[in-house]
């Protein structure tokens, strides 16, 4: 079955300490790929997606995420992590000429002064 | 609009009740959905529309939810018989087309609560 993984529930980072979260899909082919984050009571916000082409994507607030076909993986990473940063972090995938996204369960990143 | 907006932010209705929560997405998106985010869950698909086209209602948990929405306007999900479990925040995202390559544009929710 197609599935998202996001294996951290929780990870707790000092500020301006590195990230990466995880992500791992079990797709037949390549989809495409996002990252979201989602800040107390708000909507999702998309930071980065990928398609195609170069596997280093850059978003926005500093992310980065890299695709790995051969580990079936799409971490997202930061060098320096501010207190802002602290949300929850979410997967997802589409399969190219599906309709919907389906999301890993969240990372929930805590920053610690 | 600028954004995808939804109402009401918040909804507090006793069990039994009918409930509509409403989305109003970004004026141009043709496709349009209906996610559930319950505790410490990540986000459940619901249903999605595309134009005109016949929804895609596949992931509604049961025959007492459903949704309307008339073109490419406004959306309502409806909770009929509403039940403890129903309890979570029900996001709306719309995109400027159908398809995995567009990504979506996320309202900020409706959170229901069920006493």
């Known amino acids: 079955a197609q599935s998202v993984t996001q294996p951290d529930i929780h990870i707790t980072v000092s500020e301006g300490a590195s990230l990466e979260l995880r992500c791992n899909y079990s797709y037949g082919a390549t989809p495409y790929l996002f990252w979201y984050v989602q800040s107390p009571g708000q909507g999702l916000q998309l930071l980065l997606k990928y398609f195609s082409g170069d596997t280093l994507v850059q978003g926005i607030k500093g992310f980065e995420a890299e695709f790995k076909r051969s580990q079936s993986s799409f971490n997202l990473r930061k060098p320096s992590v501010h207190w802002s940063d602290a949300a929850e972090y979410f997967c997802?995938?589409?399969?190219?000429?599906?309709?919907?996204?389906?999301f890993g369960k969240g990372t929930m990143l805590l920053v610690s002064p | 609009g600028a954004g995808v907006s939804q109402s009401p932010s918040n909804k507090v209705t006793e069990k039994g009740k009918d409930v509509e929560l409403r989305c109003d997405p970004i004026?141009?998106?043709?496709?349009l959905y209906w996610y559930r985010q319950r505790l410490g869950q990540g986000l459940e698909f619901l249903i999605y529309?595309?134009?005109?086209?016949?929804?895609?209602k596949s992931g509604l948990p049961s025959d007492r939810f459903s949704a309307e929405r008339t073109g490419e306007s406004v959306s309502t999900l409806t909770i009929q018989r509403t039940q403890q479990e129903d309890s979570a925040v029900y996001l709306c995202?719309?995109?400027?087309?159908?398809?995995?390559?567009?990504?979506?544009?996320f309202g900020s929710g409706t959170r229901l609560t069920v006493v």
């Open positions: 529309f595309q134009g005109n086209s016949a929804p895609d």
């Open positions: 004026s141009g998106h043709t496709a």
């Open positions: 997802a995938v589409a399969l190219s000429g599906y309709s919907t996204l389906t």
């Open positions: 995202a719309s995109s400027q087309r159908a398809g995995g390559s567009y990504g979506y544009t």
